[in-house]
């Protein structure tokens, strides 16, 4: 299925109430696996390029932004995701970084800039928070429950639009 995501960025900017159908259950999924993108070699090729001159990508990970990089093949691959996500299912699984040799904080750098591609990141935790149990107990604080050890459910995080 294919969704024009100019028409739901509208939608969605509109505020109207239904953006897209996102209902969907485990058959269709499996079915349908238009929600597993393989990373094109191209993205791949440019972020390498990209990455060489930079000497600690951790240090870009809360401070980079959009216009501060030039990468095209990205911004392309980027559109394609959106209308995944704005589209059939609601969700993308990006496949092949692994192939590109890239530490764990260029992987990293690499989530930061794809999802700025897609649109605002919401940060109430930073831009990466890492899902881990802190010893919390979200019953006597008020505290996320990706900071305890409860098993959460499947489930999406609401935005806070």
Do not use: C
Request: aromatic residues 10%.
């Amino acid at each position: 299925m294919s969704v024009n995501t100019i028409d739901t960025a509208e939608k969605f900017a509109s505020g109207e109430a239904t953006v897209a159908k996102l209902a969907w259950t485990r058959a269709e999924v499996a079915a349908d696996r238009s929600w597993s993108i393989p990373l094109p070699a191209e993205v791949i090729a440019e972020f390498k390029a990209y990455r060489k001159d930079i000497a600690d990508p951790a240090a870009l990970i809360d401070t980079i932004e959009r216009t501060d990089v030039d990468l095209p093949h990205l911004a392309t691959f980027s559109v394609r995701l959106r209308e995944q996500v704005l589209g059939r299912f609601g969700f993308v699984l990006v496949t092949g970084l692994a192939e590109g040799g890239f530490s764990e904080d260029e992987q990293r750098l690499f989530y930061v800039l794809t999802s700025l591609h897609l649109g605002e990141m919401l940060t109430p935790y930073g831009r990466l928070h890492e899902v881990a149990d802190r010893g919390y107990d979200y019953r006597s604080a008020d505290v996320s429950v990706s900071k305890t050890r409860v098993k959460a459910p499947f489930h999406t995080d609401s935005t806070s639009k």
